[in-house]
């Protein structure tokens, strides 16, 4: 099968193409540019693999939580040529990607928002598998500075070095466009849609501060 991968949940868009077995991976050398990079990688990665767009099977995307620009343009992109060529999106939980292959029992995803307040997820692992254990949610810095369990992290890196300061048993991880595209294959059954009307990102609320 080949799919195509976009990665736009942050600043900085990444764009991948699973040929068959082979993974192949582009990256926007401009930051806030997902609009005008992505029809550009995207073109560039399947011509690079001596592919049309007709050859793709799916198209797999990053479903947020992150920018909220950056998911809006990747999902209206992917919408637009999946109603195309008629071909299923697969949409992947930004946090389930920050979560592939850790094997803590108990893990937290942290996604940096903005100010004071970022978004959460809790897994714990269950037969070897780890499984979400929370409902995905905002929280602010003073909630989670006592958490005792492994997390993983993405956003800027100086708000990385702040929470490592604190002690928390804390790791940065990048966001893949390849572990999106694994996640995808692996439960392609059960997470692609051709009901685009419904399909949107996933946008966490923020607390209100009253």
Do not use: W
């Not at 920018?67 to 060529?85: D, E, H, N, Q």
């Not at 940096?112 to 598998?129: A, Q, R």
């Amino acid at each position: 099968m080949n799919f195509l991968g976009i990665e736009s949940s942050s600043r900085k868009l990444s764009v991948g193409l699973m040929k068959e077995k082979s993974f192949s991976e582009l990256n926007s050398e401009k930051i806030n540019d997902t609009a005008n990079s992505l029809p550009q990688l995207s073109k560039k990665i399947i011509s690079n693999a001596s592919l049309d767009f007709e050859d793709l099977d799916a198209i797999c995307i990053s479903a947020g939580p992150g920018s909220f620009t950056g998911l809006r343009v990747g999902m209206s992109y992917a919408k637009g040529i999946a109603m195309a060529l008629d071909i299923p999106i697969v949409p992947v939980s930004t946090f389930d990607s920050l979560a592939y292959n850790n094997l803590s029992e108990e893990l937290s995803t942290l996604i940096y928002s903005h100010g004071n307040t970022f978004y959460i997820c809790k897994y714990n692992l269950d037969n070897g598998i780890l499984l979400k254990s929370s409902e995905p949610k905002s929280i602010l810095k003073e909630n989670f500075l006592e958490l005792s369990h492994n997390i993983v992290f993405n956003g800027p890196m100086n708000i990385f070095e702040d929470l490592k300061a604190n002690n928390l048993k804390i790791e940065f991880k990048d966001l893949s466009v390849n572990n999106i595209i694994k996640i995808a294959h692996q439960n392609f059954k059960l997470l692609k849609t051709k009901s685009l009307d419904n399909l949107v990102p996933e946008y966490v609320g923020n607390f209100e501060v009253k």
